[in-house]
């Protein structure tokens, strides 16, 4: 999509749509609304005197200004209760409005930037959340269909009209941004949208290539030989089960610059969860197609983190393979050795997250970063504690700080387990150092505190556990029913915000 950003009075445009908001229980519009409004001969006080419109947040009403001035249509968007008005409902009601443009067919827009006028939000901050807020809110999974049952293309151009010309600046670095990270987002919801026989390890690691070669990251693929020579025995495990050969995909911002500061991204790859010969039930299924969405999140993150060009030498690191059962798979019981040197009893070969993500930690002392986050659909404990308003975090508190910060700004929100002691007391075993499986009192935890031990010693890091955030069952403003994208806009938020 086009985005543009014009000095200019909205009802003076000639476009297709022009797009104008208003608050719940407003009467006398002022502003944009008041000024189309006056144009309009009154039009949109008839409409809320009628109770046609009340104003409530994602409510959307179409006016025809029939000459009155150049615009074809008006489409008015209501913001909610003014004591409610956030960032997030900017982001829902450009989503909404863009869905509706769609509806119309319109696919050009001319739209106020929503929350800078009385709604007091940054002009930077508002219009961040209206790109993103339309690109999320249009996006469709769309690639393997040849039939297209909805015909209606999508918008092609998005134009910021803004009368003040000192707010120009900050609209267009805001519109740039949000472009940015709401394109990474929707190619991490392309990576999890895609079924497991097209998103293989291989597949995945070539579009990682690809982006990467197109926003100007270092790109290399680890390949199963040298795994094997380094040892990461709990990775490899994970893979006997048959399917394409395990990869590494390993990205690089400012790679070889010492002088910044390191965070490496770790994000679980299993391209398909089958569970292995501790088989899964066959009912959803084939939701285990997004069980890479953690490794989608940090390949989108860090190529929005390249394209914004942050002063931080940043790392991706997606470790992928399927698990599958077969005669040479893992089975429960069998003792692996990670790369770290513990060996690893294999309690249920449906816990493969952690054992790939465990030699990834490790291999990310490499880097001699000065923080780890990994991202993860790792346990259903997750999904049955939180649901999917938010995702888990655990680990140090300093990163959880930094997380919820930027969670709570982007909507991407995480809340907080403990790692007491005590939940390690779960992970014993007779017959090797480590058992990687609890029981399911606390199964989110012990799965992070498993995870803890093998995180490089005095790193701190962070784990996300996003089970219940990987796909959407049914459709939100910005977040269409399947990918969703969770994470990248998480992760590029708390990279934004490092320095400060
Ligand atoms: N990928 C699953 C976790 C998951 C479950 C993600 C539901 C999304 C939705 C993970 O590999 C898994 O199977 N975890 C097991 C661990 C158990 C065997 C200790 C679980 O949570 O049941
Ligand atoms: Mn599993
Ligand atoms: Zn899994």
């Known amino acids: 999509m086009q985005i543009q950003t014009i000095v200019g009075k909205i009802q003076e445009q000639e476009t297709q749509a022009l797009v104008l908001n208003l608050f719940e229980g407003v009467t006398e519009p002022a502003g944009a609304t008041g000024a189309v409004d006056a144009a309009l001969g009154g039009a949109i006080r008839a409409l809320i005197a009628a109770g046609d419109f009340r104003g409530k947040r994602n409510e959307v009403a179409v006016l025809y200004p029939v000459g009155k001035f ?20 900017v982001r829902q009601v450009a989503a909404t409005v863009a869905r509706k443009a769609r509806d119309l067919g319109v696919t050009q827009l ?8 009385i709604g007091d939000i940054e002009a930077e901050v508002a219009a961040q959340a209206v790109v993103e807020g339309t690109i999320l809110g249009l996006y469709r999974y769309q690639e393997l269909k040849t039939q297209l049952d909805d015909v209606r293309l999508d918008p092609e151009t998005l134009v910021l009209v803004e009368l003040d010309p000192a707010k120009i600046d900050a609209i267009k670095a805001g519109a740039r941004a949000g472009q940015i990270i709401a394109e990474a987002t929707c190619l991490a919801r392309n990576l999890v949208n895609r079924p ?36 990461m025995g709990a990775l490899l495990s994970v893979n006997l089960g048959g399917g394409e050969p395990a990869k590494m995909v ?33 009912q959803d299924m084939w939701k285990m197609k997004d069980d890479m969405a953690g490794a989608a999140a940090v390949i989108g993150a860090i190529g929005a983190v390249a394209q914004l060009d942050l002063p931080l030498h940043v790392v991706a690191l997606a470790p992928l393979t399927e698990n599958m059962p077969d005669a040479w798979a893992s089975k429960p019981g069998d003792v692996v050795k990670s790369l770290k040197g513990l060996t690893v009893e294999i309690h ?28 993860a659909t790792l346990t259903g404990a997750q999904a049955v504690a939180l649901g999917s308003p938010a995702a888990a975090v655990m680990g140090d508190e300093g990163l959880i700080v930094r997380l919820r910060a930027a969670g709570n700004a982007t909507y991407d929100r995480v809340w907080p387990l403990p790692l007491f002691e005590e939940y390690g ?28 031990k093998f995180v490089p010693d005095g790193v ?37 915000r490092w320095n400060d």
């Open 250 to 282: 390993i990205l690089e911002h400012n790679a070889g610059r010492e002088d910044l500061p390191t965070v490496v991204l770790v994000g679980k790859g299993i391209t398909f969860d089958s569970g292995g010969i501790s088989i899964k039930p066959a």
């Open 196 to 231: 497991a026989n097209i998103a293989t390890p291989s597949r995945i690691a070539e579009t990682a290539q690809v982006m990467a070669d197109v926003v100007g990251l270092q790109c290399r693929i680890m390949e199963k030989p040298e795994m094997e020579s380094l040892g």
């Open 348 to 375: 249920s070969t449906d816990a493969e997250g952690r054992m790939v993500l465990i030699d990834t930690l490790t291999y990310a002392a490499q880097f001699k970063p000065e923080a780890i986050m990994d991202i």
């Open 460 to 496: 701190p890091w962070v784990h996300i556990d996003m089970a219940a955030q990987g796909i959407a069952d049914e459709d939100r403003p910005y977040i269409p029913r399947g990918g969703t994208g969770y994470g990248v806009r998480l992760l590029v938020e708390t990279l934004r």
């Open 70 to 89: 150049p615009a074809r249509r008006v489409l008015l968007v209501g913001l909610g209760k003014a004591e409610k008005f956030s960032v997030e409902a």
């Open 110 to 117: 001319h739209t106020v930037v929503h929350g800078t006028g």
């Open 425 to 452: 007391e779960q992970l014993k075993t007779d017959v090797a150092d480590v058992r990687h499986v609890g029981s399911r009192m606390g199964g989110s935890i012990t799965a992070g505190f498993f995870l803890s």
